[in-house]
């Protein structure tokens, strides 16, 4: 009911409901912004944009439908958005190169938020977004390839690559190496698990 | 379990939902970026405002200003038997009792052509200030001297200076018509926001300038001095703050109401004329008092600001009947709506108002 009321006053263009809509998914949406961001300017941009967007389009949201979702998957393209139009010297390397580097497989513990923010915030942009859309926000590498313009062996490869370096880095960082327990399980089939898309 | 697997859950998990607190900066900046987006919507209709202001004015000047050079001799040259007794021309007489050119005898009385084709042009033009002001006594004449007129410049017998009554085509072509017009308005109104209807009602008193630019189109202007009383409220999302709970916000707000508005005459029979207009107003907020009770014990909180400006930020709508009481005087009743095209007030309510002016309207003195 209370959401519903906000809607009906978004979709007046009220500029106190959209403030209540803004405020009561800020920090889902920042969630989403920033870990597929650089840093928290580059996330309160795209944040913005993606609620422009939604304050925009918000008489399409069909409320049979959980507005959490529906925000989310807006925020995510917003993200996607931004990256394709900073896009600019980014490669993409083809799966067969790294598809036999796995050695060490981890079975990690709970860590912090910030150190995890940081590790992805630390990737490089097109490590990020495949990483991003395929580990945490559920893409397939059919969608990832579509949604990027780039092959599916590309998006594969980043991946890959993006796994590969946020372990290095998690075993660099001193004081995360006691909260984890690096165990030797690279004869666990990685190219299996690359191909679920 | 796939070491993979392991690394995109911990992210996964670790980094969904997650409580970032809000940071209020971002909603400033948000704010600004919905403020300009506003602005965009707004300047584009202004701009077609202005285009469609300009055009009504150009076809004003295509199609409703004729040329008037020569009209008086050429109506001579027509009119030939209106002119008898040699070096004699009467045009511009008419009979006091008709609106019609003063004809008594349809039949030519003229007993020399020649003589009218010598009358240089130039003489005919100057002839015609002073003929205007013969008018037609009793039974009247059908003729007036020329070379008499010139000459003494007395009236032959019969004839007198009265009030001007020229031809209709005369008329049209030889007085200006009274462009400009004053209107006195007073208006109650109903305001509204997004969230509820206000049950007071506001009062609306003005004084506006009208130019007619042609005989249907016309421009407005004018200020408006507008107390607005409104009501807005909403729901909290916060935990705590002024958000925490339902909150509500009672406006008091002295505003002066500059309107442009362009005017259309849809409808006129004898002294009833049905117009709409539509055009845009800034508001110029005098005073702004609010009262916000909010947060989980109803705290009331009263705010005070001033000078806030909102140009061409309000679209107004309206119908308007008018009725003449006289040449000079006329009474209206207008039903209007003003829509807001951005958000008025501290609180950037959706403020709307709808209401009826009575308009007296009072057209300029001078002729031209």
């Known amino acids: ?197 | 379990m796939k070491d993979e697997h392991n690394l995109d859950k911990l992210f996964k998990e670790g980094l969904d939902e997650i409580d970032i607190p809000f940071h209020e900066p971002d909603w400033a900046e948000m704010s600004k970026k919905l403020d300009q987006q506003d602005k965009k919507t707004i300047f584009p209709l202004w701009w077609s405002l202005c285009a469609a202001a300009a055009a009504s004015i150009l076809i004003f000047f295509i199609f409703f200003n004729t040329p008037k050079n020569n009209h008086t001799v050429s109506r001579i040259e027509k009119n030939q038997p209106l002119v008898a007794p040699k070096n004699a021309l009467v045009d511009t007489l008419i009979h006091d009792d008709e609106k019609k050119p003063f004809i008594k005898n349809q039949a030519p009385i003229i007993t020399d052509q020649h003589a009218l084709a010598n009358i240089p042009d130039s003489a005919i033009r100057n002839l015609q200030p002073v003929l205007s002001k013969v008018v037609i006594d009793g039974e009247g004449i059908n003729s007036v001297s020329l070379a008499q007129l010139k000459t003494d410049g007395k009236l032959p017998a019969g004839l007198s200076i009265g009030k001007l009554r020229p031809s209709e085509k005369e008329l049209r072509n030889s007085i200006t018509p009274n462009r400009l017009s004053l209107t006195v308005m007073a208006a109650p109104d109903i305001s509204s926001t997004s969230s509820s209807v206000s049950n007071k009602v506001s009062t609306n008193f003005g004084l506006m300038i009208n130019y007619a630019l042609t005989k249907k189109i016309g421009l407005s202007t004018g200020v408006i001095y507008a107390k607005k009383i409104y009501d807005y409220n909403g729901f909290g999302t916060s935990s705590s703050g002024y958000s925490a709970g339902p909150w509500q916000v009672n406006a008091d707000c002295k505003v002066l109401d500059i309107p442009v508005n362009l005017n259309y005459q849809v409808f006129k029979k004898r002294s009833l004329a049905v117009n709409v207009s539509a055009g845009l107003s800034s508001y110029i907020m005098l005073n702004e008092k609010y009262q916000l009770t909010s947060g989980p014990a109803s705290m009331v909180t009263n705010e005070e600001v001033t000078g806030n400006k909102y140009f061409m930020g309000i679209a107004n709508f309206s119908v308007g009947v008018e009725r003449k009481v006289n040449s000079r005087l006329s009474l209206g009743l207008q039903p209007f709506l003003k829509v807001p095209l951005t958000g008025i007030g501290k609180y950037e309510g959706n403020l709307s108002s709808a209401g009826i002016s009575v308009l007296f309207n009072i057209k300029s003195l001078s002729n031209n």
């Not at chain 1, 008489?59 to 989310?72: L, V």
């Not at chain 1, 946020?166 to 165990?183: C, F, G, H, S, T």
Request: glycine share 4%; hydrophobic share 35%.
């Open chain 1, 1 to 197: 009911m209370l959401v519903k009321e906000i809607i009906s006053g978004c979709i007046r263009k009220d500029r106190a409901s959209q403030h209540l809509l803004y405020k009561e998914f800020y920090s889902y949406c920042m969630g989403i912004c920033k870990r597929y961001s650089i840093g928290d300017f580059e996330a309160a941009d795209v944040l913005n944009n993606g609620f422009l967007k939604i304050f925009n389009n918000i008489d399409k949201y069909d409320p049979a439908k959980p507005i959490k979702a529906w925000i989310g998957k807006i925020m995510v393209n917003t993200a996607i958005d931004h990256y394709r139009a900073n896009l600019r010297f980014t490669t993409y390397d083809d799966i067969s190169e790294y598809e036999q580097n796995g050695k060490e497989a981890i079975v990690y513990e709970q860590m912090a938020y910030k150190e995890l923010l940081m590790l992805v915030q630390s990737l490089s942009p097109s490590y990020r977004i495949v990483f991003n859309m395929y580990a945490i926000d559920g893409y397939s590498h059919d969608e990832i390839a579509k949604t990027l313009n780039i092959s599916v062996g590309s998006s594969k490869s980043n991946l890959f690559k993006a796994r590969q370096r946020l372990q290095e880095m998690i075993r660099d960082m001193e004081p995360l190496n006691a909260k984890m327990k690096v165990v030797s399980n690279h004869e666990q089939n990685i190219s299996k698990n690359e191909r679920r898309a």
